[in-house]
């Protein structure tokens, strides 16, 4: 299985740089892993939240291939604990799953014709995080799902 994750517009921040370099070092040792950053839309203050929005949804949409399982990091998605996350994934291993497709939108969300493309989405917390963060946090959790799954120490249960 390949996991990728896409994101809308760069990471300017340096420790989220490096925080996000350190994770996706170590997730080279589990899985097949991309991180794919397309650039933010110019122009924006010509634009409507929707226009913006759909956008991103055309080039979103260039990095999606019809097989793919596509998961929106979305605050109104599905809540793992870290455990259940690695279950997830596992079980998208042993079912085959050739491509697995995470997707941070822009700051506005997402169009609604990635809504209907997605298979489903996540949530990783009730609160808000940056869309910067959720970069970092996500890629964390990716590796921290592969340790559960190989019963390393990372995790503590």
Do not use: C, W
């Not at 291939?65 to 279950?87: A, I, M, Q, R, T």
Request: cysteine-free; glycine content about 6%; overall charge positive.
């Amino acid at each position: 299985m390949k996991i990728t994750l896409v994101a809308v517009g760069k990471t300017e921040d340096k420790y989220l740089i490096e925080g996000i370099a350190k994770y996706l070092n170590r997730l080279k040792h589990y899985i097949n892993f991309s991180f794919v950053i397309i650039p933010d839309i110019k122009n924006t203050k010509n634009l409507t939240e929707a226009q913006q929005k759909t956008k991103e949804a055309e080039l979103i949409a260039k990095q999606l291939n019809p097989g793919d399982v596509v998961l929106l990091l979305d605050e109104k998605g599905k809540k793992h604990s870290s455990v259940s996350f690695s279950e997830y994934l596992n079980k998208q291993m042993i079912g085959s799953v050739q491509h697995l497709v995470f997707i941070i939108g822009g700051p506005y969300g997402f169009d609604d014709s990635i809504y209907k493309r997605a298979n489903g989405s996540l949530s990783l917390s009730d609160m808000t995080f940056s869309h910067q963060m959720v970069r970092l946090f996500f890629v964390e959790q990716l590796y921290r799902a592969f340790t559960i799954l190989k019963n390393e120490p990372y995790h503590h249960a």
